[in-house]
């Protein structure tokens, strides 16, 4: 049970050890100067004594030598049992007990109390007992007594571990004051004495041998203060007592900050988190791994290739889990039980939509990958490319009157129009209408996702550096937007097709087929398969909603930031032109699903601001700067000494590794040739990773690749893209988004060409 002492319980003890040690001693010393300002021939008496001591032991005051004072410790036991610092011993019974020579039995785990209080002021046992009276405690006296009739400490194993040590320091205080020191009482001292529980205090006049007036003394405050003061030390200690973690492990990084770790400038949205990585990169960079901390949280940053590998690849089953967090009511779930996936999905309440296949811990989320996989194939990816070209050609109709009316206009927008509805189509069977309606209900949803408000903002944060602090927050302040816009539309959208036996080669389609025919996936041969013996309709609304929050944002990034530099390189726009446009003549003006991957060049620009779906990377403008991972056990990495324990944290920094211009020269030249095969070849394949890698790549790959291509060549085969007075020159990104996005925009002006 104790074979891990944890930084916790030492932080328990600490301020045990604290409070009790501040509190009960400075308690017991002012009551005992109270009773002595009273009553002036004891402290009198008491004081010859302690004159006498240092006399006898030439000025010093020793340990051994405590016990010869035989009055101060009648002084110091009647001031306890006057004045217990606790009134009362507490226990609670293991069992059953009959006490003896009674019948009287208590059932287990009930309550006693042992009134001390009550039981020093006791007349049999103390005769007037409101006297302050030391002499009680002459070896006579203490004789006469049942031992049980003095508990300051309590009493037995369970005793006060400190008592001695209050003992000691009660003593030396009295001493230090008594002996150059008279206490008197004054017009604010509180006679007759009274008790209340919020420690109100005593006041007492406090005279030099010359009886100078000094100053009074207010327990309550100090009580008060140093209770704060002891808080504030033990939240320091438990903030900073994780920050020896990488150091030793023998792994660099920067110096954390009290509270915040190493993410404060991202925390109040100073610098993106990917651009963050990339200057940790650069200055630790010959350093195959670099350790931060996520408040107090240890995070390993990995920036050498092979160790990348063998966490996406090579060692996938322990770094299967992306550590985001599934905001639910409950997260421990046990694989024995055998409970239905509706049980787990009516845990949900902070966040629903978080049940989705990007944030699934590996138990739920190997399962519904192999059912969510066939949807991606090429041939369902063909199924749904004519739904692709309908959306391209209210696009192209779109495009004329923007060319139309010669004004700049934010191309960030309007890809994000027609982004969303390539997905309103594909997955919901739905016309979104965000190119013909300025007012598209689903648009004004596309941009509360990513653009969020300031209460947006804050969830974001809450999200990343207080995920139990925001898992409260839901009880308190759901999410009133989001969640049950999605779960009526797909929930609607599904009751109706069923109604009305509606037919469409799209997403909502193939989950549906799913929920009502599992087994045409095939066999699961997982433990964990009873829990996804069904797809509710929690599941489906969370999977619909990430499809379309990665399937719009991230290619319409794509396609906004491959325009942007197409209209700062002229060249290289003219030269993709040409290609789309020999492409085309040469399949009779057609466009077809298996004619799209012929375009070479396209494939070599797409590749060079390829978007990277929901959490993966892009070459210039990754939609997410990197790739997070959480070890499932413990691991040492391989060339390498370095151990991380289970449920530690990696990032993989794509930003800064596709800025690396060891790796690209001149990164920030926009150059497609960077992608022609002898390039590729030259480099290692872990420094590209657009789509992620291994078995928890993005699973909807391939449907960004032909959306965003398919999108370009609709721009690009009639149209020219140009910089204009509102363009972005140089590039910012926003620092207050968790993906990267560009700050304010991305303006171009759009020019009509001769029609092909």
Known sequence: MWSQITDSLLV???????????????????NALYELALNPDIQDKLRQEINEHFAKNNGEFKYENMKDMKYLDK????????YPPGGLTPRRALCPYTFRDTKLTIPKRIMIWIPILAIHRDPDNYP??????????????????????????????????????????????????????????????????????????????????????????????????????????AFYYYSVSAFSFWKSRGVPGPKPAFFFGNTMEHM????????????????????????????????????????????????FPIFSDRGLTVHERETNVSINRQVSITDVANRLQTEPLSLNLLNLEPERWRPLRSKLTPMFTSGKLK??????????????????????????????????????DVIGSCAFGIEMSSMSDEDSEFRKVGREIFRPSLEGVIRLKMRLYASKLYDWLGYIAPDKRLAPFFTKLVTDTM????EHDVYRPDFIHMLMQLKEHPEKVGNITNEIEPYLAELTDSLITAQAFVFFAAGFETSSSAMSNTLYELALNQQVQDKLREEIRSNLAKHGGELKYEHVKDMEYLDKVFKGTCTNVLTQTQRKYPVAGL????????YTFAGTKVSIPKGLKLWIPMYAIHRDPDIYPNPDVFNPENFNEDAIEARHPMTYLPFGDGPRNCIGARFAVYQTKVGLITI?????????????????????????APKGGIYLKLKKLNSY
Do not use: W
């Open 495 to 498: 009751r109706y097709r069923k």
């Open 716 to 740: 690009l085969r009639n149209y020219k893209v140009i910089t204009c007075e509102k363009t972005m020159i140089p590039y910012q990104f926003a620092t207050n988004t968790f993906l990267l």
């Open 128 to 233: 007037n007992p409101d006297v302050y009276n030391p002499e009680r405690f002459s070896e006579e006296a203490i004789a006469t007594r049942h031992p049980m009739t003095f508990l300051p400490f309590g009493g037995g194993p369970r005793n006060c571990i400190g008592g001695r040590f209050a003992d000691c320091q009660i003593k030396v205080g009295l001493v230090t004051i008594l002996r150059k020191y008279k206490m008197d009482a004054c017009e604010k001292t509180m006679i007759p004495y009274e008790f209340e529980h919020t420690g109100s205090g005593i006041a007492y006049c406090l005279n030099y041998q010359s009886f100078k007036y000094i100053g009074g003394i207010m327990v309550g405050y100090l009580e008060i203060i140093c209770g704060v003061v002891a808080l504030l030390l």
């Open 12 to 30: 328990a003890q600490a301020f045990g050890f604290f409070v009790a040690g501040f509190e009960t001693s400075s308690t017991t010393i002012t």
């Open 627 to 634: 790739i997070p991972r959480r070890s499932t056990a413990a």
């Open 383 to 420: 199924d749904m490319f004519g739904l692709i070209l309908e959306c391209a050609e209210h696009f192209e109709k779109y495009l004329d009157k923007l060319a139309a009316r010669d004004e700049p206009a934010d191309f960030r927008e309007v890809t994000a129009k027609y982004t969303t």
């Open 268 to 315: 109040f949205a100073r610098i993106s988190l990917a651009q963050y990585l990339k200057k940790l990169y650069e200055e630790y960079k010959n350093e195959p791994m670099v350790g931060l901390y996520m408040r107090r949280s240890p995070v390993l940053v990995l920036k050498d290739p092979e160790l990348i590998k063998d966490v996406l690849i090579k060692d």
């Open 75 to 82: 002084v110091y036991k009647e001031t306890l049992r006057k």
